[in-house]
């Protein structure tokens, strides 16, 4: 079996970059450095520490296991609902506020975080109703296909992460530019 082929792509994450990563159709994986200070869990490493973030590009959905959850939160994988802008071969990705933390191996359930501050934005204008529409559709299609049990009676967890992000995982991202090292915030 031949490796999967990916493509070299620049993100820029809420603002932030770019930063180098790799895509595969609709799915891509992306590196930045998070710097000490941000490590609120734990004890704080000397220098930075290199973040890889996984794009859903199509679900809008954005997964991680933050090296800042070093101890406490360890192996759990973090959730976002996020605004992607695909230009191909450069990738804005915006947190659209809603968030999901599921703990390894489906130990505990999964959190799901932040709704209030969704609404919040809606009530404030800093979203519109329509696009608040769209982000509840897509995050309950994503908690349906990847994390709510078909069926109770199994008491078991679906697939997680999705297929399609293990790939991403282990490949290489090339940082000719040395853009991640720069980017010392998540």
């Known amino acids: 079996m031949s490796e999967p082929e990916f493509e070299p792509v620049q993100v820029v994450r809420n603002g932030v970059g770019p930063l180098p990563g790799i895509r595969q159709g ?3 994986a992306y590196e930045f450095d998070v710097a000490p200070k941000w490590f609120f869990v734990g004890s704080r490493p000397d220098g ?4 890889r973030s996984f794009v859903m590009v199509e679900e809008e959905i954005q997964l991680c296991q933050p090296v800042v ?10 959730v976002e609902l996020v605004q992607v802008d695909d230009r191909r071969r450069e990738v804005l990705v915006v ?16 959190r799901v975080l932040d709704l209030d501050e969704y609404a919040d934005a809606m009530v404030e204008g800093r979203v519109s109703p329509d696009r608040l529409a769209v982000g509840l ?4 299609r994503f908690l349906d296909l990847h994390l709510n049990r078909l ?6 967890w679906p697939e997680f992460p999705p297929l399609v992000i293990r790939a991403l995982q282990s490949a ?5 530019l040395g853009w991640a090292a720069n980017t010392l915030t998540p």
Do not use: C, T
Request: net charge negative; no cysteine; hydrophobic share 40%.
């Open 26 to 28: 609709d799915y891509l």
């Open 48 to 51: 930075p520490v290199r973040q």
């Open 69 to 78: 959850n070093r101890d406490v939160h360890a192996g759990w994988w973090y």
């Open 95 to 110: 947190d659209d506020f809603i968030d999901v933390m599921v703990p390894p191996g489906g130990a505990l359930p999964y």
């Open 137 to 140: 559709r897509k995050f309950q």
């Open 151 to 156: 069926d109770d009676a199994l008491l078991e």
């Open 172 to 176: 290489s991202i090339e940082d000719p």
